[in-house]
């Protein structure tokens, strides 16, 4: 997710904000040897000409002026594609042997089991569910998604790698799965490991599969597929929006918050403000070297979980204060969340900024990092 960001911001950082019009715009461009038609809402336009449109499949062109061909806008109104329409569109995207599976928010694509499919589909419901309830009651305003949320399975890893690779390059390899801010997907494989040929013959059922990936060594991968399943509906319920300059150890305290998926119950639940054992042993092994700033370096900009060598320890960090901010700074926490949900697309803070607006709502940082180091090393 991190890396389609950059790509996309590299692509567009010079563009400045325009109101979006209640219009429809219609852009030709050029890209890869190929002409490509988009239609959809003007999100940014730019002084230099570039353009982000939001196509009706829920898709973000971040359109430079030299690829453009053509643009167009009539006042037809913005209307985003049905589940039906994404399902055809898609399918004919994909490679042959896919199928839909549609649960009341999701339309899974797979080439592998139903069963599987229909685990995948428990899991982002049971999220779903716990996810709105908890924002609910914490008071924040969920907007519901303007388009059907989707995830893509393929039933191989080859083949997955082989899709990722276009849009993640190499850092493909070393990721199981992830959500696309561009695309607005998730893609990820089989993780049962028994996808492919002969897997439906073999009659795995959901409790089996279920079995399987609930042992102790599956639990981190199914706990990464939740974390970037909460990316996505933080990006689709109004937390955040795609684009938007977002601190990353906000939008990623938020995931590492509900990456704690309890595989017992069938039904997909979450054990969501469990302590995530994970990040709290590695917050406590930092907290050794941690140096005086640490909090200051996290808020003030997104460079720690850009450092390989230092982002496990910023996401042990992250999810640690948001642990901590969301048990004993609720309301201010909300406040802040409100405020961050209404950041622009393209529109980059500096860190002086990225500190005053965090300073507004939490206070003095040295005050504050005491008490946060007093509250997590009670937590057991
Ligand atoms: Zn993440």
Same mark, same amino acid.
């Given at each position: 997710?991190?890396?389609w960001f950059?790509?996309?911001?590299? &692509?567009?950082?010079?563009?400045?904000?325009?109101s979006s /019009?209640k %219009?429809l715009?219609?852009?030709?461009?050029?890209?890869?040897?190929?002409e490509?038609?988009?239609?959809?809402?003007?999100?940014?336009?730019?002084?230099?000409?570039?353009?982000l449109?939001?196509?009706?499949?829920?898709?973000?062109?971040?359109?430079?002026?030299?690829e453009?061909?053509?643009?167009?806008?009539?006042?037809?109104?913005f209307?985003?594609?049905?589940?039906?329409?994404?399902?055809?569109?898609? !399918?004919?995207?994909?490679?042959?042997?896919?199928?839909?599976?549609k649960?009341?928010? =999701?339309?899974?694509?797979?080439?592998?089991?139903?069963?599987? /499919?229909q685990?995948?589909?428990? !899991?982002?419901?049971?999220? #779903?569910?716990?996810?709105?309830?908890?924002?609910?009651h914490?008071?924040f305003?969920?907007?519901p998604?303007?388009?059907?949320? &989707?995830?893509?399975?393929?039933?191989?890893?080859?083949?997955?790698?082989?899709?990722?690779?276009a849009?993640?390059?190499?850092?493909?390899? %070393?990721?199981?799965?992830?959500?696309?801010?561009?695309?607005?997907?998730?893609?990820?494989?089989d993780?049962?490991?028994?996808?492919?040929?002969g #897997?439906?013959e073999?009659?795995?059922?959901?409790?089996?599969?279920?079995?399987v990936?609930?042992?102790?060594?599956?639990?981190?991968?199914?706990?990464?597929?939740?974390?970037?399943?909460?990316?996505?509906?933080?990006?689709?319920?109004g937390?955040?929006?795609?684009?938007?300059?977002?601190?990353?150890w906000? %939008?990623?305290?938020?995931a590492v918050?509900?990456?704690?998926?309890?595989?017992?119950?069938?039904?997909?639940?979450?054990?969501?403000?469990?302590?995530n054992?994970?990040?709290?042993?590695?917050?406590?092994? #930092?907290c050794?070297t941690?140096?005086?700033?640490?909090?200051?370096?996290?808020?003030?900009?997104?460079?720690?979980?850009?450092?390989?060598?230092?982002?496990?320890?910023? #996401?042990?960090?992250?999810w640690?204060?948001?642990?901590?901010?969301l048990?004993?700074? %609720?309301?201010q =926490? &909300?406040? =802040?969340?409100?405020?961050?949900?209404?950041?622009?697309?393209?529109?980059?803070?500096p860190?002086? &900024?990225?500190?005053?607006?965090?300073?507004?709502?939490?206070?003095?940082?040295?005050?504050?990092? /005491?008490?946060?180091?007093?509250?997590?090393?009670r937590?057991?």
């Amino acid at each position: 997710m991190l890396q389609w960001f950059r790509v996309a911001v590299a &692509v567009v950082l010079c563009l400045g904000l325009a109101s979006s /019009a209640k %219009s429809l715009d219609y852009v030709v461009l050029h890209r890869d040897g190929k002409e490509i038609q988009v239609s959809g809402r003007l999100v940014v336009a730019a002084r230099d000409g570039g353009i982000l449109l939001l196509a009706e499949d829920g898709l973000l062109w971040a359109i430079p002026p030299d690829e453009q061909v053509s643009h167009t806008a009539d006042a037809t109104p913005f209307h985003p594609l049905t589940r039906s329409e994404i399902s055809r569109r898609l !399918l004919t995207e994909l490679p042959a042997g896919f199928e839909v599976y549609k649960t009341a928010h =999701y339309l899974i694509f797979h080439d592998t089991s139903q069963a599987y /499919a229909q685990w995948c589909g428990s !899991l982002f419901e049971g999220l #779903y569910r716990t996810f709105t309830n908890f924002w609910t009651h914490k008071g924040f305003e969920l907007a519901p998604p303007e388009f059907p949320l &989707v995830a893509v399975v393929f039933a191989d890893r080859q083949a997955y790698l082989k899709y990722a690779r276009a849009e993640l390059g190499e850092a493909s390899q %070393s990721v199981i799965g992830y959500f696309a801010m561009l695309t607005n997907r998730m893609t990820m494989y089989d993780l049962t490991g028994l996808g492919g040929q002969g #897997y439906a013959e073999r009659g795995h059922t959901v409790a089996q599969i279920n079995q399987v990936l609930a042992q102790p060594q599956a639990l981190q991968t199914v706990a990464t597929i939740v974390h970037e399943a909460t990316h996505q509906l933080a990006f689709n319920c109004g937390l955040h929006r795609r684009l938007s300059d977002c601190p990353v150890w906000f %939008s990623e305290g938020i995931a590492v918050f509900f990456e704690t998926p309890d595989l017992r119950s069938a039904k997909g639940g979450n054990r969501v403000g469990a302590i995530n054992q994970m990040r709290l042993t590695r917050f406590l092994r #930092y907290c050794a070297t941690r140096p005086a700033n640490s909090l200051e370096t996290l808020v003030r900009n997104d460079q720690r979980f850009h450092d390989t060598r230092r982002a496990p320890d910023a #996401y042990a960090e992250a999810w640690a204060l948001t642990y901590f901010l969301l048990h004993q700074h %609720s309301k201010q =926490y &909300v406040a =802040y969340l409100r405020m961050l949900s209404q950041k622009k697309p393209l529109l980059q803070d500096p860190p002086e &900024v990225r500190l005053k607006e965090f300073r507004h709502a939490f206070g003095d940082l040295r005050r504050l990092d /005491a008490e946060l180091l007093k509250y997590i090393g009670r937590l057991r």
